[in-house]
Every structure is written in C-alpha cells, then in structure tokens.
C-alpha cells in the first residue's frame, strides 16, 4: 500500500463525514498539515508566508505551543469496542460534527483575495463553526448556512460596545469572542525584517514590494494600540447587551480564568495568539490545567496553539478543553489550495481525531478524561 493509499484508507474510518465529497487530486497530495504547509509556502509570497508562520520575536512561545505537545503522552485503554467513534458535540446550542473551530486570523487577503468568505464556505461546507473578526458581515455573504462566532478585540467605550454587540446579533452570530491578549499590535521580527506594510492584510502583497524603501522595522510593527484600556467591565457591558455567550480569547492564567468567570463570560479559549503577541509566554497546553482549575468546570474551556495533529487534540480534550481551535492550519490549505484545501485541512484533522480516539479506547467525546493524558 502506498502512502496515498494509506492515507485514503485512514480516511475511509470517517466516511459520512460532510467532507467526503473529495476534490481533485491535487488536494489529494498533501497527507497531513505540514505537507499543505509546504505546498502554501511554495505559492505564497515569502512576505505572506512570514507573516502567517511567523510568531513574536525569538518565536520561543511560537515553538513551544508545538514542543509541549511532546511532554504529554497518552496513557489509551485498551479492550474497549470503538467500532463507531463519535466525535460530535454541542458548543453553545450548535451541533458540529467534530470538537475543532476555526480560529480568527486578520489578514487572510495575504493568501487569496476574498479569502474570509472562502473559508467562511468552506466552513459551511464542512459544518465547522467559524470564528471571524472584522468585516465578519461582508464574510459570511455567500455561505449563509455557516455558524459563525464574531471576534473583536474590543470597543473603547460602553457605548460602542453595546452598539457591536447588538449588530452582531442582529447579523446571526452565534457568540462573540473578545481577544484579551492584544492590547498592542506586538514586535515581529519576521515582519520588520521583510519591510512588512500591515496594510497588505487587506490588499494583499503588491507586485512590486520587494522594491519598496525599506522602514524603520520599529515604526513598522510596535506600538500601534488596537483597545488597550479593556477591563473586566467590557463583559458586563456585552453580557448586558445581548443574550450572545461572550468568550474570552486569550486567557492563560488560572486567576484570569476564576476572574472570568466571575465577570460573567460564557466561556474561556486558552490561546496565545498562536505565539503572535507576548513572547515566552507558556505554551497553550501547559496552561490548560491551571485554567480548568481557574474556571472551576463552571464554563466550557476551549483551547487553540500548535494543533496540527488529531492526537494534539487529543490531549487538549484529555485536559479538559471543550474543543480547539485552529489557526495556520486552515490556512496553509487555503494557500495550497483555496478552498478545498481547507475543507480538505479540516477534514484531515476529524479524521485524525477520529482514529486517535479509536486508538486509545474513547468512543466518543464523554469518554476522554483527564487520565487519558500523562505529564513526561
Ligand atoms: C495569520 C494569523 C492571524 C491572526 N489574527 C488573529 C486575530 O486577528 N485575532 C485573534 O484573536 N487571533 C488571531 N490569530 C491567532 C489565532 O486566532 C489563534 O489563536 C492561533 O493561530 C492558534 O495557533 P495555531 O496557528 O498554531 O493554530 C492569528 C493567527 C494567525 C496565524
């Protein structure tokens, strides 16, 4: 059996998935997320590229998210029938099929243009809840059927917070995410080294921006403020504003998450911004037993950073984690392939889960528990 073959037959364990309906072959190539990451980095520009692999500074927390994965060994149960494996869940009143949302990512437009609403598509397709930050109206035009999250970095006043909220429960949002880590737009060496113009995330990298005047790489990355004076009050307002579950996105310390639930949010996402903002920081599954502590079990824990693998999910769930979110990994399907290779990404990542949970005697998301999960 050749690897294709192999990979096919891995994918037979989920037939019935809505992703079944495969593309052509060229979407067939890549067998797992590091190859699509491959095949993205050779269409894309390296600008474009750097800007979606890169992470902050000396990208050590970037490196960690992936590294922590590797000090976690699952400990599976064995003599358990897993003839059928359901990996379906409930997040806030919608059924998805599988415990993995897509994460909000600024800046898709470097990859294709248009590219929100491709993989707002792709998400329908898929019936994959798609988390989306600004413009997240214009995103979802043509894939109506898609359950969206709305994701917002905040709005300076009580006042233009209640006005965001209401609109985006207006437009069928399902909850609002609020990232909590991004008070400042952070320091990315990859970025100022490659002259990068923030600009481009909306219009993409011109032809010719290899012949720019370079910048000063300081003024083109640090100290722009997206909302930096967020506080605990924002929940109130939002919670006030809208029946929407509100989630914090970005919480890594287990007294931010007792904090959180204390103000009110619905739930929690454990993420670093995919080592995007503060560097050093721990990597996200490290710091997910502190926040289930934090939290208390008194509201769903979710948890992005890293995840390329079903067995990295794996172990986000055996730690407590609701589902995960993914970043890059949608993305590098979108640079390989549109939108295909997203549906085709996500589709990888259930099918992965499914056979890891196979493999380690859990039939269905109830079952996984944190004695799955082992700390080398
Ligand atoms: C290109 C890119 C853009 C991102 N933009 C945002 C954003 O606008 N808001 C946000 O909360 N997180 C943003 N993130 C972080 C992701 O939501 C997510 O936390 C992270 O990518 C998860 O790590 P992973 O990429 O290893 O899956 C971005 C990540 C990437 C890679």
């Given at each position: 059996m050749n690897r294709r073959d192999a990979f096919r037959a891995l994918m037979g364990l989920v037939a019935g998935s809505p992703l079944m309906a495969m593309p052509d072959d060229d979407v067939m190539g890549p067998i797992n997320v590091h190859e699509f990451e491959a095949v993205a980095k050779s269409k894309l520009h390296k600008m474009a590229y750097d800007f979606i692999a890169g992470g902050v500074e000396d990208e050590l927390t970037l490196q960690a998210n992936r590294e922590a994965y590797k000090h976690w060994f699952l400990v599976p149960r064995v003599m358990v029938d897993v003839k059928d494996i359901d990996t379906s869940t409930e997040l806030f009143g919608v059924k998805v099929p599988a415990p993995i949302l897509v994460a909000p990512t600024g800046g898709k437009n470097l990859v294709l243009p248009n590219a929100e609403s491709i993989v707002a598509k792709a998400c329908a397709?898929?019936?994959?809840?798609?988390?989306?930050?600004?413009?997240?109206?214009?995103?979802?035009?043509?894939?109506?059927?898609?359950?969206?999250?709305?994701?917002?970095?905040?709005?300076?006043?009580?006042?233009?917070?209640?006005?965001?909220?209401?609109?985006?429960e207006d437009r069928g949002a399902k909850a609002i995410t609020v990232t909590v880590d991004n008070q400042y737009q952070s320091n990315r060496d990859r970025n100022n080294r490659n002259r990068f113009d923030y600009g481009y995330m909306a219009t993409g990298v011109p032809q010719d921006a290899t012949t720019r005047t370079p910048r000063n790489p300081a003024k083109a990355a640090m100290w722009l403020p997206h909302t930096p004076n967020l506080t605990w009050d924002y929940v109130g307002w939002l919670r006030g504003a809208t029946n929407l579950p509100v989630l914090l996105k970005g919480v890594l310390a287990q007294e931010d998450a007792a904090m959180a639930v204390q103000s009110g949010a619905s739930g929690i996402i454990v993420s670093n911004h995919g080592g995007r903002q503060l560097d050093g920081v721990i990597a996200t599954i490290d710091a997910l037993p502190g926040v289930m502590e934090g939290s208390g079990g008194k509201v769903p824990v979710l948890m992005d950073g890293g995840i390329r693998r079903g067995s990295d999910i794996l172990k986000a769930l055996a730690l407590g984690a609701k589902a995960v979110l993914v970043g890059r990994a949608p993305l590098w399907g979108l640079g390989a392939f549109g939108q295909p290779g997203v549906e085709r990404v996500l589709w990888m990542l259930a099918a992965e889960l499914k056979l890891s949970m196979a493999l380690a005697g859990k039939p269905n998301l109830a079952s996984i528990d944190r004695r799955l999960v082992r700390r080398a």
């Open positions: 397709a898929s019936k994959t809840l798609f988390c989306t930050g600004s413009g997240a109206e214009r995103a979802i035009d043509g894939a109506e059927s898609v359950h969206w999250w709305s994701n917002t970095t905040g709005q300076a006043t009580k006042e233009q917070s209640v006005n965001y909220a209401k609109r985006i």
